[in-house]
């Protein structure tokens, strides 16, 4: 997860959880609610295929209803997924496992996305409630890790928040690559809310302590055919950040 606090020397504040960390304390707020990028280049279909459509002639998205299809979105070659099942999640997908994000464990999914693994950017996630909860996790940890800088290129919209992000992280230092990965972090998420321009992910951490928990939101928006992280004007990623008792009103992750 993504580090906001400066290291103080050798206090270890900075490998604290982030909801424990002063930079973090002093930063959060509720996130301002931000333009929706609602328009979409339209691709009618006719004699003339459309680029990569020789590669993937059959598309998952266009074929699906409710899916976004290849004509209200433009999706990268190779990026196509399922994406009729628009519902709130109610469990983890079927095919969901950990892999290895530097020294920690992020949730990811054949179907459900990242379809795709460049270096510190996984991308290609369904536009679905599902995808987006993929996709504010792998974001939003990959910030944490040396490679950030691709991470917030490409996958952070463009704006004064991500300029402000951009210069708060870099006074921060890398959390390190090597070391044992932990599962221990992710417990669990709740979509708070959900269309297919903006999405509101909340994620269940583990405590520092067996059987405490805590909670912050993130918001991604649908732009340029994937998910991307989109946070306040002032750099801000999280929000709502607090102590919770347990794990009711979650989807929890299943080992």
């Not at 990028?37 to 590669?55: H, I, K, N, R, Y």
């Not at 994937?226 to 946070?231: R, S």
């Not at 002032?234 to 979650?250: H, P, R």
Request: charged fraction near 20%; proline fraction near 7%.
């Amino acid at each position: 997860m993504l580090n906001s606090g400066r290291s103080r020397g050798g206090s270890g504040e900075w490998e604290q959880p982030f909801w424990q960390q002063r930079g973090w304390i002093l930063s959060a707020g509720f996130l301002l609610v931000l333009l929706v990028l609602a328009v979409f280049t339209m691709v009618t279909s006719g004699d003339e295929d459309p680029a990569g459509a020789s590669a993937d002639p059959s598309p998952t998205s266009s074929a699906t209803p409710g899916g976004g299809g290849s004509g209200s979105d433009t999706r990268p070659a190779g990026c196509r997924t399922d994406d009729s099942d628009q519902a709130k999640p109610t469990q983890a997908p079927g095919d969901f496992r950990w892999k290895a994000d530097g020294t920690g464990l992020v949730p990811v999914s054949k179907t459900a996305g990242p379809l795709t693994y460049d270096g510190p950017v996984w991308s290609c996630f369904a536009h679905t409630p599902m995808g987006a909860v993929l996709a504010a996790h792998a974001i939003t940890d990959h910030l944490s890790y040396p490679g950030w800088r691709q991470v917030v290129e490409r996958q952070v919209v463009p704006g004064a928040g991500r300029d402000a992000l951009v210069a708060s992280r870099s006074q921060d230092e890398d959390k390190p690559t090597s070391g044992k990965a932990d599962a221990g972090g992710y417990a669990g998420f709740s979509v708070l809310s959900y269309n297919k321009q903006e999405t509101t992910v909340m994620f269940l951490l583990r405590g520092p302590n067996a059987g405490t928990y805590g909670s912050a939101s993130v918001t991604v928006r649908w732009k340029d055919g994937d998910w991307k992280l989109a946070p306040d004007t002032d750099g801000t990623i999280y929000s709502g950040m607090a102590q919770v008792s347990g794990t009711t009103g979650f989807v929890t992750w299943e080992a």
